[in-house]
Each structure stands twice: as structure tokens, then as C-alpha cells.
């Protein structure tokens, strides 16, 4: 099979990325954002949870959330390749809310087969869900889980569960007797308990998730299957984000030293300043045309969907570390300030350069496809 | 049928099917002497003898110059030269030698030429039969190209010219160069005016072409040296003074950039080929020992390898993206860091290739005991000939932040 040469990005996806675009720039302004999310500044503070749901409604009502359910299950069925240009949009205006990890939960569930229609159908509906499939370690392996699935009820708890405190409903990873299951349940379900983390990002919520004998309806007694199927959209579509935060950083950072005047010159005039800017961009270009690239072959060649998606979030994960570094750096002492705000993008990237697994951790399964695995 | 041709408008459509046909009938058959790996790089008479027969059956079919209008001996199509081309690669004929004049004269001449000397000059420039070579570089004027100080001194209706041009890749075939020099001291930019020069006509007679070594030990490139070389004012391109603006069209064709697509050909394989990729490089690491086991092995080796092999998509993948104009931020983002991309990849995967080497790397050329017949080494010292020409990556560096970024010009 092969790609489109246009990436399959056509008249419908220009359309949905550019009304993202003046969504968010009309109603949801960074100076909004700081004041919504950074209004504690104390370290120690507890995580919150501040998020606009007046604007995510409408988002629901535009249908965004329903874009990755399949037309079967009531869903709209757009292309991965679309869906990652409004994923963009929202990493350039770091809206907080549980768009990414609705899609990320929509993108297994349509890999389960039978058993994710009804999940589905909530998700058409406009419930929101999130993976709860991590372990304490953080392993990005999915075979590794610390919860249990024992005649239909979960025990044990989920790590780095995204927007936990968000969503309406969390798909579960669970060891049983003869493997690993999914499972679908609600997150005010009794037994269940979300313990929020205090992060360092301000712009989202993460918590761990107890189950204590939570019964639960099981997705797919093969949960593997589905989710090493779905991973590479999971990838991809973090990297759109990093990517439209990255330009953000950038165009931000382009501002500011062009009017920001030392030595009776722009800072942005001195090569020392001027070319690294320049690798931010050339960064920020691989980085989304590898997103592109791992979006379309997600649909249009399933083959190469994981090794294009490692590129993708690879190189996403070292413009999300350079583009936030240089960002603050050419700030200057304002850049190293709590009213500035190139610190709200600054610990989104952090966050995202991690989540999902880091540049490394990507390069080394690339490496296993393209080269071989090491006996 | 590819994708590519599925999005034909009708004309395209149309010609491609030509391209097709004719190009299975007329592919030229593998020729008798060894090809070098680049036009810039042709060395005797017989290789130019084969390359130029070829590009003027490609311009005779009508293949080359698609897009330009019929009476300065283009085509007369619209946006045909794209297909052109990409039937020619698929085709793996051979590239085409006339590679400076169709990148860079031809689009220089179409818009600052008069009539007649474009149907003058651009038939025989497209057929291949006039080598054009480009006089821009002097030992004094590099990164910093509008301090060129070769000279033209007004005499009646003719110019007489005196300077030294260097790295004048094929000016030894050349019966034209594009000349960019100076008609008035006083002014740095506007100073600058811009000829057309027959200086094969001239050699020995006002005009020196002398090889230059290169750091590998190959030539392909020259020195031009004028010493009161007469040419007539009908040989100046667009008016005088306007030399700077005029090269900014040269530039920003030979980086890609520019509005017409130069017509290119190319995927049959030379003997010699050896591509500077991480294919290759992959390869190399497998077949490679170290610490007693395949270097493709080593935990670093194979992050190094899967950097670059990212970069290398990256880029194939800016060329594709550059095609869908909603995925643009900016018309000339992505075109133009084209060169510098490709260089500096290069240049880093034949580094990492030497690395990988590690003692045998020492091996040149001549050993019989190098590995890849010391091929590794030399595209290493080569690459720097691409960091370095048709502007510096310090120079395109400054290109993307001024243009593109929109960043204060740096002195």
C-alpha cells in the first residue's frame, strides 16, 4: 500500500485545523490560560485541576470529540492525519482539557474489535475517557500493568493516568489468568479512587488510579493486540501537540528578541542568538513533517505505522527539550520569571517529552525494525 | 499508477503518458566510460560526449525547458517540468551535464535577458550543445559575495573586464559563463552588474581557465582568471547597477526555491556510486566488528544511526510537506533549508561511517584493504565541499532568520 502524496491531508482536514487555529486564538488567549492555571505559585502546592469546560463544551458540540470514533459506532471517522492537525492547535494554545487522552483511549477501542463498540458508542456521545495503563515505573512497555483482573473485578493501581480527573471513564490494562485484558468503567465507580499528582505541568492533571475490586466490563481478553495496534496514533498525535506548542515557543521567543535591545542592536540580530533560533525551526519542520508522515501511514500503510510514528515522536521529544530550553534562555532574566509566559509551555513540553516515552526510548525501537533486534 | 499522477491536472496527465513512452523507447543505453557521481564532477571529453548526446535527445522530445514559452525554445506547458522529471528518476536515466546553466543561467536569462538574447542563448543552453558555468566566488569575495571585485570598464559600447573568479565547476567544458561583477566602485550593492560572458570563445585570449585541486586530491573545479577580456553591452542582463538583485534570482533557484522547476534527471547508477546514506550506513555497522560483536550491535552506534536516520526522513518528508500548501507557515520555510539539510546530513552520516570504520578508516583510495574502497573517508572530506558552497550553513543560517523568521540582518 501507499501514501498519498498530499499526505491525505485534504479540504476537510485544511478546514478543521484552520477553525482550531481561531478557536482557540478568539477565545482561549495565552494571558486566559496563565491566569486559569498559574494563579498558585507555591512548589509545594497540590495539583489542580483548572480547565474552561464552557469552551470544552463547545468543543464536544463541534464534535471534535468523536472525530476518531469510527462512522459505525456514531462516530465521525476522519482520518488519524486530520485529527493531528487539530491536535496542533491545541499544543499551540496548550488548552487544557481531556481532547488527547479521549483520543488516545477512542484509538484502542477501535483496535479491540466487537467488544469496543459500546465504549465507542459513549465516546460518540460525548463521554470522555482516559488510558489507564502504566505501571509505578512508568514503563512504556505495554505488557507491563500493576493491576489485576480477577473474575471481572480490577485490583491495584494505574500510574500516570492523564486527565484523570476530567474524564468520565478510564480503559483499563489488566493481568489475568490467561493474559492481559481491557476494561472499560466509569471513573466515579465504586472502589475506584483517583489520587491526583502534584506536577510540575500546570497545564494538565495526572493522577494514580486504585482499584479496589472495581467491577469493570472487559473491552478485549487481548488487550495487547489492540494496544500495540493504536500506540503509534497515541505517539503521533502527542508530537502533533509538541509540535504546535513548539511553534508557539518559537514565535514567541522571535518576538521577543526583536524588540528586546542590548548593545544598541535587537538580540535577535546576533548570530549567537539568531542561528539557534533557526535549529528551533528547522527542528519544529522535521518534527511536523515526520507527524504528517506517521499520521498518513497510520491509515494508509499500517506496515510502517509504528516505525514512522517512533521517528515522529522522537523527534518531537528533542524539539520539545531544545525549543523550551532556548525559549526561556533568550527570554533572559524575564524568561526565568513566574509572569512570564513562556513557563506554562515551558513545563507542558517537559511533560510531554516523556510521556509516551522519551526521544531515547523511541530511537531504541526504532532501531530494533531498521536494523534488528540485538540476540 | 502513482499517486503523484493521479493528482494530474489533464495536460500533466497527458504528458506524462508521453514522458512515459517516449522514455521507454529512447532511455540511453549504459555507456562505455565510467560516470562520475555528479555533473560538477565530469572529468574527460568522452563522459561530457555521452551526457550531452543525452540531453539533447531529452530537449529534442521536448523534456527539457517544459515550462518555458515556445519562442525562447521552451515548451510552452504549464507545470510539466515536474513530471518531466519525475518520469526521467523513475526512468534512471543518466543526469543531465548542463547543470548550472538549467539551474541557474536559464531562470537568470528568462527574467532579466532581453528577447533576443534569450532566443539566442536558451535553445542551445536547454539542448545541452552550450556548457554554462557560473562566475560568482573570488579569492576575496566568499560568504560575503557583493564584495566581488573583478571589474568592467567602460569603453564605447563594450565592456573590458579584468578579476578572478574561483571553485568554477565546469568552466573548462564551458562556452558561457553568468558573470557577477562590478561596474562602480563606490557602491557595494549597487555597484554590481551582471553579464553573460562566451568565454570559451576567449580562452587565451583575455580568458584563463586553470584546474583547482581539491581536498580529496580530485579536481572539478576551476579558476577564471579575465585580463582585459572585451565584451559587448548587449551581454548585460537587466540594467545597469541591478547586478545584486539579479543574482538573488540565480540564488534562489539553485537553492530550490525559485519559480521554475529545473529540469533533472538522474538514477543511473555509476560504478562508482557509493551514496552517502544511512542505508549504507546501516550496512557498514553490520558488517563492521567491535568489542567482538556486529557494531550494529552497540547501544550508542545504534542511536547514533536511527539520529540520522530520523533526519534523513525528516527531510524527504519537508520535500513532500512543501507540496500541500495548507501544511506551510511560511512559502519559503521549507524550501529553503533544502541545502542545508542535505549537507549537513551528509556530512554527519560520513562522519558517524568513519567512526564505525575506526582504525581501517585510515585506509584511502589506493589501499586495497580500505573498506568500501576508501570511499567513507573521502565522501567525508567531500561533504565539507557542500557545507561550504552555494552560500555557508553559517550564511543559510542567517538566510532563514532574516527571511523567514524575519530576525534583525546580521552585519
Same mark, same amino acid.
Given at each position: 500500500?501507499?501514501?498519498?502524496?498530499?499526505?491525505?491531508?485534504?479540504?476537510?482536514?485544511?478546514?478543521?485545523?484552520?477553525?482550531?487555529?481561531?478557536?482557540?486564538?478568539?477565545?482561549? $488567549?495565552?494571558?486566559?490560560? /496563565?491566569? @486559569?492555571?498559574?494563579?498558585?505559585?507555591?512548589? =509545594?502546592?497540590?495539583?489542580?485541576?483548572?480547565?474552561?469546560?464552557?469552551?470544552?463544551?463547545?468543543?464536544?458540540?463541534?464534535?471534535?470529540?468523536?472525530?476518531?470514533?469510527?462512522?459505525?459506532?456514531?462516530?465521525?471517522?476522519?482520518?488519524?492525519?486530520?485529527?493531528?492537525?487539530?491536535? =496542533?492547535?491545541?499544543?499551540?494554545?496548550?488548552?487544557?482539557?481531556?481532547?488527547?487522552?479521549?483520543?488516545?483511549?477512542?484509538?484502542?477501542?477501535?483496535?479491540?474489535?466487537?467488544?469496543? =463498540?459500546?465504549?465507542?458508542?459513549?465516546?460518540?456521545?460525548?463521554?470522555?475517557?482516559?488510558?489507564?495503563?502504566?505501571?509505578?515505573?512508568? #514503563?512504556?512497555?505495554?505488557?507491563?500493568?500493576?493491576?489485576?483482573?480477577?473474575?471481572?473485578?480490577?485490583?491495584?493501581?494505574?500510574?500516570? *493516568?492523564?486527565?484523570?480527573?476530567?474524564?468520565?471513564? +478510564?480503559?483499563?490494562?489488566?493481568?489475568?489468568?490467561?493474559?492481559?485484558?481491557?476494561?472499560? *468503567?466509569?471513573?466515579?465507580?465504586?472502589?475506584?479512587?483517583?489520587? $491526583?499528582?502534584?506536577?510540575?505541568?500546570?497545564?494538565?492533571?495526572?493522577? /494514580?488510579?486504585?482499584?479496589?475490586? !472495581?467491577?469493570?466490563?472487559?473491552?478485549?481478553?487481548?488487550?495487547?493486540?489492540?494496544?500495540?495496534?493504536? @500506540?503509534?496514533?497515541?505517539?503521533?498525535? +502527542?508530537?502533533?501537540?509538541?509540535?504546535?506548542?513548539?511553534?508557539?515557543?518559537?514565535?514567541?521567543?522571535?518576538?521577543?528578541? #526583536?524588540?528586546?535591545?542590548?548593545?544598541? /542592536?535587537?538580540?535577535?540580530?546576533?548570530?549567537? !542568538?539568531?542561528?539557534?533560533?533557526?535549529?528551533?525551526?528547522?527542528?519544529?519542520?522535521?518534527?511536523?513533517?515526520?507527524?504528517?508522515?506517521?499520521?498518513?501511514?497510520?491509515?494508509?500503510?499500517?506496515?510502517?505505522?509504528?516505525?514512522?510514528?517512533? @521517528?515522529?515522536?522522537?523527534?518531537?521529544?528533542?524539539?520539545?527539550?531544545?525549543?523550551?530550553?532556548? #525559549?526561556?534562555?533568550?527570554?533572559?532574566?524575564?524568561?526565568?520569571?513566574?509572569?512570564?509566559? !513562556?513557563?506554562?509551555?515551558?513545563?507542558?513540553?517537559?511533560?510531554?517529552?516523556?510521556?509516551?516515552?522519551?526521544?531515547?526510548?523511541?530511537?531504541?525501537?526504532?532501531?530494533?525494525?531498521?536494523?534488528? =533486534?540485538?540476540? | 499508477?502513482?499517486?503523484?499522477?493521479?493528482?494530474?491536472?489533464?495536460?500533466?496527465?497527458?504528458?506524462?503518458?508521453?514522458?512515459?513512452?517516449?522514455?521507454?523507447?529512447?532511455?540511453?543505453?549504459?555507456?562505455?566510460?565510467?560516470?562520475?557521481?555528479?555533473?560538477?564532477?565530469?572529468?574527460?571529453?568522452?563522459?561530457?560526449?555521452?551526457?550531452?548526446?543525452?540531453?539533447?535527445?531529452?530537449?529534442?522530445?521536448?523534456?527539457?525547458?517544459?515550462?518555458?514559452?515556445?519562442?525562447?525554445?521552451?515548451?510552452?506547458?504549464?507545470?510539466?517540468?515536474?513530471?518531466?522529471?519525475?518520469?526521467?528518476?523513475?526512468?534512471?536515466?543518466?543526469?543531465?551535464?548542463?547543470?548550472?546553466?538549467? %539551474?541557474?543561467?536559464?531562470?537568470?536569462?528568462?527574467?532579466?535577458?532581453?528577447?533576443?538574447?534569450?532566443?539566442?542563448?536558451?535553445?542551445?543552453?536547454?539542448?545541452?550543445?552550450?556548457?554554462?558555468?557560473?562566475?560568482?566566488?573570488?579569492?576575496?569575495?566568499?560568504?560575503?559575495?557583493?564584495?566581488?571585485?573583478?571589474?568592467?570598464?567602460?569603453?564605447?559600447?563594450?565592456?573590458?573586464?579584468? %578579476?578572478?573568479?574561483?571553485?568554477?565547476?565546469?568552466?573548462?567544458?564551458?562556452?558561457?559563463?553568468?558573470?557577477?561583477?562590478?561596474?562602480?566602485?563606490?557602491?557595494?550593492?549597487?555597484?554590481?552588474?551582471?553579464?553573460?560572458?562566451?568565454?570559451?570563445?576567449?580562452?587565451?585570449? %583575455?580568458?584563463?581557465?586553470?584546474?583547482?585541486?581539491?581536498?580529496?586530491?580530485?579536481?572539478?573545479?576551476?579558476?577564471?582568471?579575465?585580463?582585459?577580456?572585451?565584451?559587448?553591452?548587449?551581454?548585460?542582463?537587466?540594467?545597469?547597477?541591478? %547586478?545584486?538583485?539579479?543574482?538573488?534570482?540565480?540564488?534562489?533557484?539553485?537553492?530550490?526555491?525559485?519559480?521554475?522547476?529545473?529540469?533533472?534527471?538522474?538514477?543511473?547508477?555509476?560504478?562508482?556510486?557509493?551514496?552517502?546514506?544511512?542505508?549504507?550506513?546501516?550496512?557498514?555497522?553490520?558488517?563492521?566488528?567491535?568489542?567482538?560483536?556486529?557494531?550494529?550491535?552497540?547501544?550508542?552506534?545504534?542511536?547514533?544511526?536511527?539520529?540520522?536516520?530520523?533526519?534523513?526522513?525528516?527531510?524527504?518528508?519537508?520535500?513532500?510537506?512543501?507540496?500541500?500548501?495548507?501544511?506551510?507557515?511560511?512559502?519559503?520555510?521549507?524550501?529553503?533549508?533544502?541545502?542545508?539539510?542535505?549537507?549537513?546530513?551528509?556530512?554527519?552520516?560520513?562522519?558517524?561511517?568513519?567512526?564505525?570504520?575506526?582504525?581501517?578508516?585510515?585506509?584511502?583510495?589506493?589501499?586495497?584493504?580500505?573498506?568500501?574502497?576508501?570511499?567513507?573517508?573521502?565522501?567525508?572530506?567531500?561533504?565539507?565541499?557542500?557545507?561550504?558552497?552555494?552560500?555557508?550553513?553559517?550564511?543559510?543560517?542567517?538566510?532563514?532568520?532574516?527571511?523567514?523568521?524575519?530576525?534583525?540582518?546580521?552585519?
Amino acid at each position: 500500500m501507499t501514501q498519498p502524496d498530499n499526505f491525505g491531508f485534504g479540504e476537510e482536514a485544511a478546514m478543521l485545523k484552520d477553525s482550531a487555529r481561531k478557536f482557540f486564538s478568539e477565545h482561549f $488567549p495565552t494571558d486566559k490560560l /496563565h491566569r @486559569m492555571v498559574a494563579a498558585d505559585t507555591n512548589p =509545594e502546592r497540590m495539583s489542580t485541576s483548572e480547565w474552561d469546560r464552557e469552551l470544552w463544551q463547545q468543543m464536544v458540540e463541534l464534535g471534535w470529540t468523536s472525530l476518531a470514533v469510527p462512522e459505525s459506532a456514531g462516530g465521525i471517522g476522519m482520518p488519524v492525519v486530520a485529527v493531528a492537525g487539530l491536535v =496542533e492547535e491545541l499544543g499551540r494554545a496548550a488548552f487544557p482539557c481531556p481532547l488527547l487522552s479521549t483520543l488516545n483511549a477512542t484509538y484502542v477501542l477501535a483496535a479491540c474489535g466487537g467488544g469496543g =463498540e459500546t465504549a465507542l458508542a459513549e465516546i460518540a456521545e460525548g463521554r470522555t475517557a482516559s488510558l489507564a495503563i502504566t505501571n509505578r515505573q512508568g #514503563s512504556w512497555n505495554t505488557a507491563d500493568t500493576d493491576v489485576l483482573c480477577t473474575q471481572g473485578k480490577l485490583s491495584g493501581t494505574a500510574w500516570f *493516568v492523564q486527565d484523570a480527573r476530567k474524564v468520565d471513564r +478510564l480503559l483499563v490494562s489488566a493481568q489475568t489468568s490467561s493474559g492481559q485484558g481491557l476494561y472499560w *468503567v466509569a471513573t466515579d465507580a465504586a472502589g475506584l479512587t483517583v489520587e $491526583p499528582d502534584a506536577i510540575v505541568d500546570l497545564t494538565r492533571d495526572q493522577a /494514580h488510579v486504585s482499584f479496589d475490586n !472495581v467491577a469493570a466490563e472487559e473491552v478485549s481478553g487481548d488487550g495487547l493486540v489492540a494496544l500495540e495496534h493504536a @500506540m503509534p496514533a497515541i505517539w503521533t498525535l +502527542l508530537a502533533a501537540d509538541i509540535t504546535g506548542a513548539a511553534e508557539w515557543q518559537l514565535q514567541t521567543t522571535v518576538e521577543y528578541v #526583536s524588540t528586546r535591545q542590548q548593545f544598541e /542592536h535587537p538580540l535577535g540580530f546576533f548570530q549567537a !542568538v539568531k542561528h539557534p533560533l533557526v535549529n528551533v525551526m528547522i527542528q519544529i519542520d522535521q518534527c511536523k513533517s515526520l507527524v504528517y508522515n506517521a499520521a498518513c501511514a497510520y491509515d494508509a500503510e499500517p506496515a510502517r505505522a509504528a516505525e514512522t510514528a517512533h @521517528m515522529a515522536k522522537a523527534a518531537a521529544s528533542e524539539t520539545a527539550a531544545f525549543a523550551s530550553g532556548r #525559549s526561556v534562555q533568550y527570554h533572559g532574566g524575564i524568561g526565568f520569571t513566574w509572569e512570564c509566559f !513562556v513557563h506554562l509551555y515551558f513545563k507542558r513540553q517537559k511533560h510531554s517529552q516523556l510521556l509516551w516515552g522519551d526521544a531515547a526510548w523511541h530511537r531504541a525501537k526504532l532501531a530494533d525494525i531498521l536494523v534488528g =533486534e540485538v540476540a | 499508477m502513482s499517486e503523484s499522477a493521479r493528482q494530474d491536472t489533464p495536460e500533466q496527465a497527458e504528458f506524462r503518458q508521453f514522458c512515459r513512452q517516449w522514455l521507454q523507447a529512447n532511455k540511453p543505453s549504459a555507456p562505455s566510460v565510467r560516470l562520475p557521481l555528479s555533473p560538477l564532477e565530469i572529468m574527460t571529453q568522452p563522459q561530457m560526449d555521452y551526457l550531452q548526446e543525452w540531453q539533447k535527445a531529452a530537449y529534442e522530445a521536448g523534456l527539457v525547458g517544459c515550462d518555458y514559452p515556445v519562442d525562447v525554445g521552451g515548451g510552452g506547458r504549464s507545470d510539466c517540468q515536474r513530471v518531466a522529471n519525475e518520469e526521467m528518476i523513475r526512468a534512471r536515466t543518466p543526469f543531465m551535464p548542463n547543470v548550472i546553466g538549467l %539551474g541557474m543561467a536559464a531562470p537568470t536569462v528568462f527574467y532579466h535577458g532581453q528577447q533576443a538574447l534569450k532566443e539566442r542563448l536558451l535553445p542551445r543552453l536547454f539542448s545541452g550543445e552550450d556548457i554554462w558555468c557560473q562566475g560568482f566566488s573570488e579569492p576575496g569575495a566568499g560568504s560575503d559575495l557583493a564584495s566581488v571585485q573583478t571589474f568592467a570598464e567602460r569603453k564605447g559600447d563594450k565592456w573590458v573586464i579584468n %578579476g578572478h573568479k574561483v571553485w568554477t565547476s565546469l568552466a573548462h567544458f564551458a562556452e558561457w559563463m553568468i558573470l557577477l561583477l562590478r561596474t562602480d566602485k563606490s557602491h557595494k550593492y549597487d555597484g554590481l552588474s551582471y553579464f553573460v560572458v562566451p568565454i570559451r570563445a576567449a580562452l587565451g585570449n %583575455g580568458v584563463t581557465v586553470r584546474p583547482l585541486i581539491k581536498i580529496t586530491g580530485e579536481t572539478g573545479f576551476n579558476e577564471v582568471i579575465f585580463e582585459n577580456l572585451e565584451v559587448d553591452d548587449s551581454y548585460r542582463l537587466d540594467e545597469l547597477g541591478k %547586478g545584486w538583485q539579479v543574482a538573488m534570482t540565480t540564488l534562489l533557484h539553485e537553492r530550490g526555491a525559485g519559480e521554475l522547476q529545473t529540469p533533472r534527471s538522474g538514477g543511473m547508477k555509476s560504478k562508482a556510486t557509493h551514496a552517502t546514506n544511512t542505508g549504507n550506513l546501516i550496512e557498514l555497522a553490520r558488517n563492521t566488528p567491535r568489542n567482538g560483536r556486529p557494531a550494529a550491535d552497540d547501544a550508542v552506534i545504534r542511536d547514533r544511526m536511527m539520529q540520522l536516520v530520523i533526519r534523513e526522513h525528516g527531510l524527504a518528508q519537508n520535500q513532500r510537506r512543501a507540496r500541500v500548501s495548507a501544511l506551510q507557515d511560511h512559502p519559503l520555510r521549507l524550501q529553503l533549508q533544502n541545502k542545508l539539510l542535505a549537507s549537513e546530513i551528509t556530512q554527519d552520516t560520513a562522519a558517524l561511517a568513519v567512526e564505525i570504520e575506526g582504525a581501517s578508516a585510515s585506509l584511502y583510495l589506493g589501499d586495497d584493504n580500505a573498506p568500501a574502497g576508501g570511499q567513507w573517508p573521502m565522501a567525508y572530506m567531500n561533504s565539507y565541499g557542500m557545507t561550504i558552497a552555494a552560500g555557508t550553513s553559517e550564511v543559510q543560517r542567517n538566510i532563514l532568520g532574516e527571511r523567514v523568521l524575519g530576525l534583525a540582518k546580521s552585519k
